[in-house]
């Protein structure tokens, strides 16, 4: 059974950081393509970002130079660290898995930027 399991959200404040992990279990980990999409207040769920197998990454232009998504294979987990964030970053955070056709996805961890 694949479980995904988001951490580190919270409250910070505009221009603040925050970092969100996720830990896979019952997948081939280095196998699998890992992404964090957002879903704001409103608004239809988005990709942020994704990983591949082979450590290739790609980002949305609304977070491109403000977020980076990484992973470590031998603890099954993937990370995106957000710096500078913006009020517009608030959202529940979605940890995704992609593999042999299947997308998997986490509960979420919501992440509020805010004053």
């Known amino acids: 059974q694949v479980q995904l399991v988001e951490s580190g959200g919270g409250l910070v404040q505009p221009g603040g950081s925050l970092r969100v992990s996720c830990a896979a279990s019952?997948?081939?980990?280095?196998?699998?393509?890992m992404g964090w999409y957002r879903q704001g207040p409103g608004k239809q769920r988005e990709l942020v970002a994704r990983?591949?197998?082979?450590?290739?990454?790609y980002y949305s232009d609304s977070v491109k130079g403000r977020f980076t998504i990484s992973r470590d294979n031998a603890k099954n987990t993937v990370n995106l660290q957000m710096n500078s964030l913006k009020p517009e970053d608030t959202a529940l955070y979605y940890c995704n898995a992609e593999t042999l056709g299947m997308a998997y996805w986490g509960q979420g961890t919501q992440v509020t930027v805010s004053s």
């Open positions: 019952g997948i081939i980990f280095s196998r699998v393509v």
């Open positions: 990983i591949t197998s082979g450590g290739s990454t």
